[in-house]
C-alpha cells in the first residue's frame, strides 16, 4: 500500500469554478500535511501545510485534514487558467516526507 | 524558491561515470532533502542532512550513491558509475527547519 495516494485525473474545471484535489494517506502516525503545485518541467512550489484537523484558509486555497478518515483535499476557489499544475499532496512521518504521484488539474477558460 | 541553487541545470553522463550534483540551500537555512523524480512519478526521498550531518539516508540505494552537507559551500549528491536508470530529475529543498519548505530547480541527469 502506497503511503500516499491520488487520483492521476486529469481533472479538468471550468474558469471560475471550485477545483477540488483530494489526498489520503495510509499512516495514522502522520504528523503534517502539505500541499504543492508543479509546473510542467519545474520545481515543486509550497502552498498550503496543515497541521491540525479542520479547514486551513490562505486566500483562494483551502486545505481540509480528516485524521480519523486519513485524507486531506485542497479547494481552490475561482480557479483560473494559471492553476493548471500538477498538484502534489505530502505527508510528514518523523523525518520523512512522503508524496503522492500527483493530480493534474487542467482550468479551462 | 528562487533562493535555492542547484547546477547543473542537466547534466549528461555515459554509463560508467561519475555524476556529481550540487545544491546551494537559501540562505540561513542548515537543512537539505534530496528527491529524485521519475516521469509521470512522485517525488522519491533520498536523503535529509543538516550542516555537516546526514540525518536519515534511508531513501538512498546503499551502493553507488552518496551526499554530504559540509560546514561550508554546497550540498553534494554524488552518483557512481552511473547506470541508465539513474536516469531522472533530481530535486534539492531547504528549509530553516524540518520540512521540505522550498524546493531548486532540479538537475536533470541522463544517462547514455
Known amino acids: 500500500q502506497k503511503e500516499v495516494e491520488q487520483n492521476s485525473g486529469p481533472l479538468s474545471v471550468p474558469e471560475g469554478a471550485i477545483a477540488s484535489l483530494n489526498c489520503t494517506y495510509s499512516?495514522?502516525?502522520?504528523?503534517?500535511f502539505f500541499w504543492y503545485r508543479q509546473y510542467s518541467g519545474k520545481s515543486p512550489e509550497l502552498i498550503m501545510s496543515?497541521?491540525?484537523?479542520g479547514d486551513k484558509e490562505d486566500g483562494r486555497f483551502t486545505a481540509q485534514l480528516n485524521t480519523a478518515s486519513q485524507y486531506v483535499s485542497l479547494l481552490i476557489r475561482d480557479s483560473q487558467p494559471s492553476d493548471s499544475a500538477t498538484y502534489l499532496c505530502?505527508?510528514?512521518?518523523?523525518?520523512?516526507?512522503?508524496f503522492g504521484t500527483g493530480t493534474s488539474l487542467t482550468v479551462i477558460p | 524558491n528562487a533562493g535555492v541553487m542547484q547546477n547543473p541545470r542537466h547534466l549528461v553522463r555515459r554509463r560508467g561515470q561519475e555524476a556529481r550534483l550540487r545544491c546551494s540551500p537559501m540562505?540561513?537555512?542548515?537543512?537539505v532533502y534530496w528527491y529524485r523524480q521519475l516521469p509521470e512519478e512522485g517525488l522519491k526521498f533520498m536523503v535529509y542532512?543538516?550542516?555537516?550531518?546526514?540525518?536519515?539516508e534511508s531513501g538512498m540505494p546503499k551502493e553507488r550513491f552518496s551526499a554530504e552537507f559540509p560546514k561550508e559551500g554546497p550540498s553534494i549528491l554524488r552518483i557512481q558509475q552511473v547506470v541508465r536508470g539513474d536516469s531522472a530529475a533530481y530535486f534539492c529543498?531547504?528549509?530553516?527547519?524540518?520540512?521540505?519548505?522550498?524546493f531548486g530547480p532540479g538537475t536533470r541527469l541522463t544517462v547514455l
Open positions: 529543498a531547504s528549509s530553516p527547519g524540518q520540512d521540505p519548505r522550498y
Open positions: 499512516d495514522r502516525g502522520s504528523q503534517s
Open positions: 496543515i497541521y491540525s484537523n
Open positions: 505530502a505527508v510528514n512521518r518523523g523525518n520523512q516526507f512522503y
Open positions: 540562505k540561513g537555512h542548515s537543512h
Open positions: 542532512l543538516q550542516k555537516e550531518n546526514i540525518i536519515d
